[in-house]
């Protein structure tokens, strides 16, 4: 894994991502020990790494923590691969003010009380 380099800049002139990113590359096509590496592939996945966000969640409780190892496993994933899943879930789901709204803007008729209660009578007295 790369150094985290946490200066906007660290050499003039190269972002910190571009740096993370050469050290990365050059690590790993060292350490691959074959010439034949896939450099592009190589720095792709470098690339994605250093440009990824980091969250730090500290106190989480021990029970918790245990509970998300036992659940990452089950899933065949490590522990970050399980949690950036479940964020990305988390994320993608909507909340429920946003479901209301949703529902509140594609509404286009307008129903009188009466009607509705009308309605729910005849559905009780013939289900």
Known sequence: M??????ERSVVGHSAAELSVEWCVSSLIR???RPAVDERAVEAQCMQNACMTTVVVRDVPEDVHRRLQELAKAAGQSLQQFLSGELARLAATPTMREVLDRIEAHVTGHFEVEDVLTALEGE???P
């Open 31 to 33: 350490s691959a020990g």
């Open 2 to 7: 790369a150094p985290q380099i946490t200066a």
């Open 124 to 126: 009780r007295r013939h």
